[in-house]
């Protein structure tokens, strides 16, 4: 079954800025989706199709995705920022999530 | 607004029943492909099931396969998941969630979620 690999955890200074990845095989192949979600509330869809932001997301969040990693970029990082973050890709007929990413901004 | 309530939630024992159901509002449900997802508190997402809009098309997670049964009723604006056989491993919470217009499988609203606790 497919796989999508995310680090648990990553740390940025408040304003600067954040990089998570996520992997899995030939993922460039697939389009990612990324959601925000912050404790005890529902997940947030923060970029879709690779790149693209819904209405209502921040500017400051962008994606990419080539080769095996697809990587979620936050400029400017702000406090409330601080979430965990889920990459999302459909593979095999299932819809696959990554472990997600606890992102500390301290 | 667009909306999604799930609901039917609780807690049965191992080998037990339950139906989840999803109200939703604010947008013409026939037209959208439907998910549920699963969340072990303190845990990641897990997908669950699938549903096309007009139900032609399903998928399932290995994990549910042969025991949880997705379904719409598009009079009445509702997602359904009727689980049987349950296991402790079942329990989550569940949340109910929209895919985007034309999108691949990537979900723009969520509800709330309903817990279920599979325990004796």
């Known amino acids: 079954s497919y796989e999508l690999t995310q680090a648990p955890s990553a740390s940025v200074s408040p304003g600067q800025t954040a990089f998570i990845s996520c992997s899995g095989d030939?993922?460039?192949?697939?389009?990612v989706a990324w959601y925000q979600q912050q404790p005890g509330q529902s997940p947030v869809l923060v970029i879709y199709?690779?790149?693209k932001r819904p209405s209502g997301i921040p500017e400051r969040f962008s994606g990419s995705n080539s080769g095996n990693t697809a990587t979620l970029t936050i400029s400017g990082t702000q406090a409330m920022d601080e979430a965990d973050y889920y990459c999302?890709?459909?593979?095999?007929?299932?819809?696959?999530f990554g472990g997600g990413t606890k992102l500390n901004v301290l | 607004d667009v909306q999604l309530v799930e609901s039917g939630g609780g807690l049965v024992q191992p080998g037990g029943s339950l139906r989840l159901s999803c109200a939703v509002s604010?947008?013409?449900?026939?037209?959208?492909?439907m998910n549920w997802v699963r969340q072990v508190p303190g845990k990641g997402l897990e997908w669950v099931s699938y549903?096309?809009?007009?139900?032609?098309?399903?998928h399932y997670a290995d994990s549910v396969k042969g025991r949880f049964t997705i379904s719409r009723d598009d009079a009445k604006n509702s997602l359904y998941l009727q689980m049987k056989s349950l296991r402790a491993e079942d329990t989550a919470v569940y949340y109910c969630?929209?895919?985007?217009?034309?999108?691949?499988?990537?979900?723009?609203?969520w509800g709330q979620g309903t817990l279920v606790t599979v325990s004796s």
């Open positions: 969630a929209r895919d985007l217009p034309g999108g691949d499988y990537e979900f723009d609203h």
């Open positions: 604010g947008f013409t449900f026939s037209n959208y492909e």
């Open positions: 549903i096309s809009s007009i139900g032609r098309t399903i």
């Open positions: 030939k993922l460039g192949d697939k389009y």
């Open positions: 199709q690779d790149n």
């Open positions: 999302q890709a459909w593979g095999s007929s299932t819809v696959v």
